[in-house]
Nanobody
């Protein structure tokens, strides 16, 4: 069964760092992109970053480049989101998700992990 388990969220002060983890199982990652999306209270879910498992190409939004870095660990079937210089506006529930290459649909979702940045 396809599964994504996200972890690593928490409470951090303005300017702090967190590393989120997403462990995938039950499907072949070679055919997928793994991404992080987030949803803040009262706002729509937004894309943060993604990595194409086969080849390692990464993508992120311009506003997060330089602060957030996505990476993958083949041995652990894990994707990480390193978040630095966190701001209160980064407060959200962060989800990892998987999309089959060539598809615009996120097929599998993790349960979400809360990130709260205090000012």
């Amino acid at each position: 069964q396809e599964r994504l388990v996200a972890s690593g969220g928490g409470l951090v002060q303005f300017g702090g760092s967190l590393r989120l983890s997403c462990v995938a199982s039950g499907f072949r990652l070679d055919y997928y992109a793994i991404g992080w999306l987030r949803q803040a209270p009262g706002k729509e879910r937004e894309f943060v970053a993604s990595i194409i498992w086969s080849g390692g190409s990464t993508y992120s939004t311009d506003s997060m480049k330089g602060r957030f870095t996505i990476s993958g660990d083949n041995a652990k079937n894990a994707v990480y989101l390193q978040m630095n210089s966190l701001k209160p506006e980064d407060t959200a529930v962060y989800y990892c998700a998987a999309a089959r290459l060539g598809s615009a649909v996120w097929s599998y979702w993790g349960q979400g992990t809360q990130v709260t940045v205090s000012s």
